[in-house]
């Protein structure tokens, strides 16, 4: 059998869509050297998208810094990174981005001679259903696993490091979750990949995006000579922000067969790699993540919920400085709104999207995944300079609130009507959750927000482009009216049409909807 290889730098694993809508895949050194000519990185799944990108960006953040904003902005002119530089680097480094040479060098890789047992490599893939796996969007058990390419390998590697759950037996410990299941994680992106990287490619020293430690040099994962892992069950803390971008969340190592198609993988050994201290994640400390504090005055990050959707926390994710030290937006929103005020490098007129990425787990079971999320927020830069403009859009997002509000409270005194209409006093726990669950099937809530979310984008795209206060007030208040409570009313009046036969139904209707319409005429006064 000819000697297995397959080097990340050389040969092409990265899905990417070029300007030129085309469809490539292509290699680490392919990405760099490209970038500009490439839309974006493209995969179905959005655990891989991110995970390539802080592959990218710990690459260059090792090479290039940047120390301060001069450095950065003669690379963003540039519009490239020094060819000569990567290329040093990586013909230093070249062996520890192969897959299969020997075994202290293989990317990404640690032996586990304490296990025997083979695990399919379906595990490392959040959507297939396999072991403790739930299925997300399919149905492949483990009699049945098939094995896959080793592109397909590496980017499951890359993200099951990013987004291992918890829970289950393993050694030394049982597992423990990856570092980005703590929260969203939010990319900038720009009009090409140079630009999309460059924006989320902060100043990067001894103390930032946080402080290094000072017994230890953060480097990549790739360069440790020493690859034993930290064993202890606490965790440690990240040496820097290049060791937490490359964190080996589990011990994974590839058995490769070769088939027909070429190399493949069916199966890995695997086991709990290193863990993050518990109380580092509560000092913001990712810069790619959004905090808040929470009712037991925690900082936590930003996580998805099931019954909110994330753009409703755009005031998290876009206020720069909270005086009240309740929210921390990401840092490279900070970086590129400092960009903006300080050296006119990026115009304020320049329109970006805020792409956020996440998983929402099981509320009652954290170690079960209940869907993954990717969703693209329009980010005008006018917002990162004039901060003003997040009162707006709070306010706008504060009075959808408040529709929501007189919307389910119509909907719950019609409830009450037409389900006791002969009742007036205080409901009894049997009829309250009579009521509750005669409420839950109309699911206006859930179809109130997910019509009124594209009014939200193309409001948020709109309002940079009026100055005024007065004049952003009128703005928001037409907005209110014309789409927000409309769309409220329209879902009424859907259900009024619905109805009309019910006599009982439409007599509760026209005694009850009146709240409504004179709630929201209040609104916009």
């Not at 927020?377 to 990162?384: G, H, T």
């Not at 984008?457 to 209110?480: A, C, D, M």
Request: with cysteine; charged share 25%; net charge positive.
């Amino acid at each position: 059998m000819n000697k297995l290889s397959f080097n990340l730098l050389d040969d092409p694993w990265i899905p990417c869509i070029l300007k030129s809508k085309v469809f490539q895949m292509l290699s680490i050194k392919e990405v760099l050297l490209d970038a500009p000519t490439i839309q974006d990185i493209s995969s179905e799944n959005p655990l891989i998208n991110i995970s390539i990108y802080r592959l990218l960006l710990a690459i260059l953040h090792r090479n290039f810094g940047p120390n301060n904003l001069t450095e950065w902005i003669k690379i963003y002119e540039a519009r490239e990174w020094d060819q000569s530089v990567l290329d040093n680097y990586f013909k230093i480094w070249y062996h520890k981005f192969e897959l299969f040479n020997e075994p202290k060098n293989r990317f990404y890789q640690i032996q586990v001679p304490e296990i025997s047992k083979k695990t399919p490599i379906t595990v490392l893939n959040q959507t297939l259903s396999s072991g403790s796996n739930t299925a997300l969007f399919d149905h492949t058990w483990d009699s049945e696993f098939p094995s896959i390419t080793i592109g397909q390998a590496v980017r499951l590697l890359l993200s099951f490091q990013n987004y291992a759950l918890s829970g289950g037996k393993s050694i030394p410990y049982y597992y423990s979750y990856a570092p980005m299941i703590v929260g969203v994680a939010v990319m900038v992106k720009g009009n090409n990949l140079f630009e999309t990287l460059m924006l989320n490619f902060i100043r990067y020293d001894n103390s930032h995006p946080f402080k290094q430690a000072q017994d230890h040099q953060d480097i990549p994962f790739w360069e440790r000579d020493n690859k034993v892992l930290h064993q202890e069950k606490d965790g440690r803390y990240p040496y820097g922000y290049l060791d937490y971008l490359t964190w080996q969340s589990r011990r994974i190592w590839f058995l490769p067969i070769v088939e027909n198609t070429g190399i493949r993988v069916k199966e890995v050994f695997i086991a709990q790699g290193e863990k993050i201290k518990r109380d580092w994640f509560q000092h913001a400390q990712d810069p790619q993540m959004a905090y808040k504090r929470n009712k037991k005055n925690e900082i936590v990050a930003l996580k998805l919920k099931l019954d909110r959707q994330v753009w409703r926390e755009i005031e998290i994710l876009l206020r720069i400085k909270d005086d009240t030290k309740n929210i921390i937006s990401p840092k490279a929103l900070n970086w590129i709104s400092r960009i903006i005020l300080e050296r006119e490098v990026i115009a304020p007129s320049t329109r970006y999207k805020l792409e956020i990425y996440g998983i929402l787990n099981d509320p009652s079971n954290v170690a079960k995944i209940i869907s993954w999320h990717r969703s693209s927020i329009p980010l005008p830069a006018k917002i990162l300079e004039d901060q003003s403009l997040v009162n707006t859009i709070k306010s706008f997002i504060d009075k959808c609130e408040k529709v929501e509000e007189y919307l389910n409270t119509t909907i719950f005194l019609f409830g009450k009507k037409y389900l006791f209409p002969e009742f007036d006093g205080k409901l009894t726990k049997a009829k309250r959750q009579k009521l509750r669950s005669y409420i839950k099937g109309f699911q206006f809530t859930i179809k109130f927000w997910n019509l009124i979310e594209k009014y939200f984008y193309k409001f948020v795209e709109e309002i940079p482009n009026t100055s005024s206060p007065t004049g952003r007030k009128q703005l928001e208040n037409q907005w209110i009216e014309k789409y927000i409570i409309k769309t409220a009313r329209d879902i009424l009046l859907n259900f009024k049409e619905n109805i009309k036969d019910d006599i009982r139904g439409l007599k509760a209707f026209i005694q009850t909807s009146g709240y409504f319409f004179k709630r929201v005429k209040n609104l916009i006064q």
